[in-house]
């Protein structure tokens, strides 16, 4: 007997899972798509909580084909993910984790829109339970865009629908050798090879859920960890867009999301030699990805910061941080000259600095939420803007004078 190809494979990757794995397995055995369109292919990964053995148990009595592989430990999600993506049958696939689970309906939902549209990626709405998820992409739903014309940079995890003939065809898997960020590296590439990606933004298709006992994978890795994945997805889309406004565009989330929160608050408590270290590895990453066209789509803070990296001043890197984290903005409206607002941040105009007037260049957007943004009468604000300015900067000077 024929057995009629799965339209979707749901590839679950497990290690250490329970209890969370429970919840996770029986929002599978829920969807309302008919079971026989589905298949599940778990990967214990080296598990000795139990996780494996709840896994056979569930593969006996699901309505749907369950295949369960157990094997040793690969000490990160990619291995196991791979070796499902290896086995998969159906049209699509779709990476659930197993302290994850999906909303109700959603495999029949994203099947049916990409069937519907003939996209090749389909990202359904995500919300966070007891941990943060991303919101600018779930405006409305969308039958098809592309990673240009959306905000669907901003979520890069692997928690999506993806057409496996377009896996195939290019060979993708994930990175075995990077234990963070692996996601955002195979979700881009996937972006960037698609015919057409669409959003399902009026119904939660995936719950993210947070770990009480801490071990959920993202939150593990060291701050080298983070560079190194910075430098692989900046590389992917050095590869795959030409340069000039669209790669730009792109550089964003790695320079904003991974590369840029090292150079936060927490930089503050790193020793100095961590503090170099961290200059030491952007450099090569700021030498060859950072361009005008990038900073010029970032906050003034963000971009001085960066810009300061970019130039290996951490003495006034370190005023910098200081001054966003004691949420000092407020004060930092500087003078506005038609269209033309500059944010008064440490070291404007301060000669010995020698930062660029343009760095503080804000866009009138940002320079809206600012108190002293307003039509006319600017010019007691700003007298009071630079003297609070100039207290920042300098007072660290009198303390050492003194």
Not at 237 to 265: C, S
Request: hydrophobic share 40%; proline share 4%.
């Amino acid at each position: 007997m024929t057995v009629a190809q799965p339209d979707v494979s749901v590839i679950i990757g497990a290690y250490e899972a329970m209890p969370y794995l429970i919840e996770c397995l029986s929002s599978v055995e829920a969807q309302t798509i008919d079971p026989m369109r589905v298949e599940v292919i778990a990967v214990d990964d080296g598990s000795t909580d139990g996780t494996g053995e709840y896994l056979e148990e569930f593969a006996e009595r699901a309505p749907m084909h369950v295949l369960v592989i157990r094997q040793e430990n690969s000490g990160g999600p990619s291995g196991p993910r791979n070796v499902g993506l290896g086995k998969a049958t159906g049209r699509y696939v779709f990476f659930l984790d197993a302290d994850d689970r999906l909303g109700p309906g959603a495999l029949e939902r994203m099947v049916g829109m990409a069937d519907r549209a003939g996209t090749d990626v389909v990202l359904g709405k995500v919300e966070g339970v007891n941990r943060s998820a991303p919101k600018s992409m779930w405006g409305r739903t969308v039958e098809r865009t592309d990673v240009f014309s959306s905000n669907i940079k901003f979520t890069l995890s692997a928690q999506k629908l993806f057409r496996r003939e377009l896996l195939d065809r290019h060979g993708m898997r994930f990175d075995e050798s990077l234990f963070t960020g692996e996601d955002a590296l195979f979700t881009m590439e996937a972006y960037l090879r698609a015919d057409g990606v669409s959003v399902v933004a009026d119904h939660t298709c995936y719950y993210l859920v947070g770990r009480d006992d801490g071990k959920h994978v993202t939150k593990s890795g060291s701050y080298a960890l983070r560079f190194d994945s910075a430098r692989a997805l900046m590389e992917l889309i050095a590869e795959l867009v030409p340069a000039g406004g669209r790669r730009d565009q792109l550089m964003v989330r790695p320079f904003l999301v991974t590369l840029l929160p090292q150079f936060g608050p927490k930089y503050l408590t790193d020793s100095e030699e961590i503090r170099r270290h961290k200059l030491e590895l952007a450099k090569p990453l700021m030498d060859t990805h950072w361009t005008e066209g990038v900073a010029h789509r970032l906050k003034v803070h963000e971009r001085l910061r960066l810009h300061l990296v970019a130039e290996q001043r951490p003495e006034l890197l370190l005023d910098v941080v200081k001054f966003v984290k004691a949420k000092k903005q407020a004060a930092a409206l500087l003078e506005r000259k038609g269209r033309r607002v500059y944010l008064a941040y440490p070291h404007f105009r301060d000669r010995a600095a020698g930062v660029p007037d343009s760095v503080y260049l804000a866009e009138p957007r940002e320079a809206r939420a600012f108190p002293g943004y307003r039509e006319g009468g600017v010019e007691t604000f700003v007298r009071r803007a630079v003297r609070k300015a100039r207290r920042v900067i300098t007072s660290r000077e009198v303390r050492q004078a003194a």
